[in-house]
């Protein structure tokens, strides 16, 4: 037989090549490649027991499936996220950036569950159990029978779970410093991830307690290690949230079991993450809605409505390519609106630099949010101040016709729960009709159906014309 040479494994994505080099081929990815042991890694046990497969009963899709009832965890928040609750034996992976608080929503989760009588065990590999209990201790949770330890080898935290009470909630904190003997590679590397977390999922699978994998992520926001512990577990979502902002979103990724475009709104305080459970307000609080170049957007994030404001900076360029910079939005979809309305609504955006900001740091992936973005560059543009009280939702095609967004019925909800009075929107046909019957309803509320986006210019010119009198105003 010949001799087994070491291979190297790129942390990134998991690609094995055959000698070290400078840059994954599979991935792109720099400096990534990492030396492992030959038997490491998947297949190398099927070499060498080769035996013959046992022969086991198949099922038809009509066979007995009672829903095992979910584990709801008391936090509105995080119960929105997972879709109604743990679900037992299944596998929930939460990646995040340092500090941000995955630990800390975490733990709380847990004492919430083992205050309702529920087994709950947490097993940090980062932090001492001193440490945790610290923070618990901060947290006013320590009375909550939380079972703590402080452990890194999986088949030791197997072996203990198994012991006792089969437990309604596992945490792993994390699963990068997990390490199982199946593998030969050193902890922290992608096939000692790979396999640690195989092996929970496996006890999860077999006891039917629910598992939480804790997972780092790289530079650039994706979960640390190889992309399949994410096509593994049964949900992904990742813990969001900025240095500068208070407030923390959990986000939802991958869900067998239920939506994925859930969001969770958490704020950081000094006694842990409180819920939030009125983002809108929170992401228009401090609005100044007497200066030009701010639009506020009727958003959805999954079934619920939420209301942000778009910022946008037009301002003469002293650049050959004038600058454009955007924050929590999709550069490329600038390029497109500002093309659109230069192209469509004879605005003169090429000389330019533009600066766009998401206020409160959310990001924003609707392609509704292109008519609020327009709304902020205009009013910029012409320093026109945008009414206060006035939301804008609509996709902006490259016709410039604007296409109606789902939801609209409850963006107008919201909008009118918060006090606007106007909103600009494109009329729908199901949603626009239910739309308007809401707005009659609630005459706080009322719609102003355009169909281009030559009609939403119009319409910021003569607030221009008459908001133009009052400078001083704006400048202050
Ligand atoms: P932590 O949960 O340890 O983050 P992670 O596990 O994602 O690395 O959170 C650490 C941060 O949270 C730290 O910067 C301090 C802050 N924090 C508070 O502001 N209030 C609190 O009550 C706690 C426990 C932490
Ligand atoms: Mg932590």
New binding site residues.
């Given amino acids: 037989m010949a001799k087994a040479r070491s291979s190297f494994i790129c942390q990134n994505c998991g690609a094995v090549a055959v000698r070290w080099q400078g840059k994954c081929e599979a991935c792109g990815a720099w400096n990534s490649l990492v030396e492992e042991a030959p038997s490491a890694g998947i297949g190398a046990l099927a070499a060498r027991s080769a035996k013959k497969g046992r022969v086991f009963a198949l099922e038809g899709l009509t066979g007995e499936s009672q829903p095992a009832p979910r584990l709801l965890s008391g936090m509105a928040e995080l119960d929105r996220v997972t879709g109604g609750g743990f679900v037992p034996g299944s596998v929930l992976l939460i990646g ?12 709380q989760a847990c004492a919430a569950l083992a205050r309702r009588g529920e087994r709950v065990v947490y097993i940090s590999g ?2 001492a159990a001193a440490q945790v209990r610290l ?1 618990a201790d ?2 006013g949770l320590s009375d909550a029978p939380v079972e703590l330890a402080a452990e890194t080898s999986v088949e030791d935290i197997i072996a203990t779970l198994s012991a006792g009470r089969r437990p309604a909630l596992v945490v792993i ?2 699963i990068q410093t997990m390490w199982t003997e199946a593998a030969e590679a050193t902890p922290g590397t992608v096939t000692q991830v790979r396999c640690a977390a195989q092996a929970l999922i496996r006890y999860a699978k077999l006891s039917g307690a629910c598992v939480i994998l ?1 997972g780092h992520v790289t530079k650039d926001g994706q979960i640390a290690g190889p992309r399949v512990v994410e096509h593994m577990v049964d949900a992904v979502a990742s ?1 969001e949230g900025d240095g500068a902002h ?1 407030f923390r979103i959990l986000r939802n990724v991958k869900n067998r079991f239920g939506p994925t475009d859930e969001i969770g709104v958490f704020e ?6 409180s819920e939030v459970a009125n983002p809108s307000a929170l992401f228009l609080a401090g609005r100044d809605g007497s200066a030009p170049g701010a639009a506020v957007f009727a958003g959805m994030e999954g079934t619920r409505p939420l209301l942000v404001e778009i910022q946008a900076l037009v301002a003469p360029s002293a650049l050959g390519t004038p600058r454009r910079a955007v924050v929590g939005w999709d550069p490329n979809r600038l390029s497109m609106l500002v093309a659109v309305l230069e192209t469509h609504g004879r605005v003169r955006l090429g000389q330019h630099d533009i600066y766009l900001n998401v206020a409160g740091g959310v990001k924003i992936s609707e392609p509704a949010a292109d008519l609020a973005a327009a709304a902020a560059l205009v009013s910029s543009l012409t320093g026109a101040v945008l009414p206060q009280d006035m939301v804008f939702f609509g996709e902006v095609g490259l016709s410039g016709a604007i296409r109606p967004a789902p939801h609209a019925n409850l963006r107008l909800k919201e909008a009118a729960k918060l006090g606007f009075s106007h909103a600009v929107a494109p009329p729908g046909p199901q949603e626009g009709e239910a739309a308007r019957k809401n707005a009659g309803k609630n005459p706080a509320t009322s719609l102003r159906p355009i169909r281009h986006i030559g009609e939403a210019i119009a319409d910021i010119a003569a607030l221009g014309r008459a908001t133009a009198p009052r400078p001083a105003r704006a400048a202050g």
């Fill in positions: 995040g950036e340092p500090g941000i608080g995955k630990s800390t929503l975490l733990i980062e932090e923070r901060r947290l904190d994390s804790v813990f208070h950081m305080t000094g006694a842990g993450l």
